[in-house]
Nanobody
């Protein structure tokens, strides 16, 4: 059973930075695409950033220029570097493997990591 373990969240002031990590227990890590999602209560989970096996990245418009997704295929870990954080970035952040054709989440969700940005 594949596990997704997110970490690195916390409370930060607006304008601050955080780096999230997602450890993935799968032997297929290096050939898989991954994404970071976020969810606030009462709203659907949204895909914030994705990275494929070749390192190509895609970002939600609202985080472009502020967030950077990266991966370490040796450590089987995906990162999300978040800078210039805004209160509207407050959410629980999750990672997941993305399906090849539709970029939909593949595995059961992990526990997520809470990011709270104070104004």
């Amino acid at each position: 059973q594949v596990q997704l373990v997110e970490s690195g969240g916390g409370l930060v002031q607006a304008g601050g930075s955080l780096r999230l990590s997602c450890a993935v227990s799968t032997p297929l890590f290096s050939i898989s695409a991954f994404g970071w999602y976020r969810q606030v209560p009462g709203k659907q989970r949204e895909l914030v950033a994705s990275i494929n096996s070749g390192g190509t990245t895609i970002y939600l418009d609202s985080v472009k220029g502020r967030f950077t997704i990266s991966r370490d295929d040796v450590k089987n870990t995906v990162y999300l570097q978040m800078s210039s954080l805004k209160p509207e970035d407050t959410a629980v952040y999750y990672c997941n493997k993305l399906s090849v054709n539709t970029y939909s989440p593949v595995y059961s969700w992990g526990q997520g990591t809470q990011v709270t940005v104070s104004s």
